[in-house]
């Protein structure tokens, strides 16, 4: 028993160390004369309950406040928003969030869905 939890924890300390190769094809790269930066963009989800909620990564907040809210993360980085709305959430909720992140000038948006 004690056999097997040495191998585990050698195994793991040598996958977080990266001492065995990681899955994946090794290509050669081909270089650029004028590379283009790629802006990382930070995630963030504004969820909608069915009792009209509305949540910023977690935490309550009210349609008012959150075009401030999402202007001040994107005045950090650039944001990308993940709306997670109850399937029992009315439309017209998801609208007014659609507003507000006008209102606040994000441009990218992804709605999740779950798959039937």
Known sequence: MIDVMMFLLVFFVLISIHVLPAL???????HSAAPARMDELKRVTVTMTEDGSIYLDGAKTSLEQLPDELRALEARSKLAVVIAGDRHSMLQQLVDVLDA????????????????
Do not use: F
Request: charge should be positive.
């Open 24 to 30: 994946g094809l090794k290509v050669a790269l081909p």
């Open 101 to 116: 992140m006008k209102r606040a000038d994000v441009a990218s948006v992804s709605i999740v869905t779950k798959p039937k």
